[in-house]
């Protein structure tokens, strides 16, 4: 992960001087979270007997490894695209949306 953080920072992504081991470890945190989702894999077979199938992952670990993410990036300094903010905005009033319509 350190390697990862290496290459960020090589690419420009940081604006100032990181620890790298410390970003390290914070990517290797992220991505350890997106590993343990478990996806929720639904399968029907219809009435013609073509197979239906869903995927689904809980709201609720989507939003905190997005919070884990901006964590990541306040704390190393990280230039983050604009439509990625906008992106964990709509996430997190999407999650506070279905909270109040269905507690």
């Known amino acids: 992960y350190e390697g990862m953080a290496i290459a960020l920072m090589n ?3 940081t604006d ?7 970003f390290g470890k914070d ?12 996806p929720e894999v639904n399968a029907a077979i219809m009435n013609d007997g073509s197979v239906q199938g869903s995927l689904g992952f809980d709201e609720d ?5 997005l919070l884990e993410m901006v ?5 190393n300094g ?5 439509e990625f ?4 905005k709509q996430s997190l009033y999407f999650d506070r949306y279905l909270k109040i319509l269905a507690p």
């Open 78 to 82: 990280l230039k983050l695209p604009r």
């Open 11 to 13: 690419m420009g992504a």
């Open 27 to 38: 990517i290797e945190k992220v991505m350890m979270g997106l590993g343990q989702m478990q």
């Open 71 to 75: 964590d990541v990036t306040e704390n």
């Open 85 to 88: 903010g906008l992106l964990v």
């Open 61 to 65: 670990e989507i939003t905190n490894v």
């Open 16 to 22: 100032e001087e990181v620890d790298v081991k410390r």
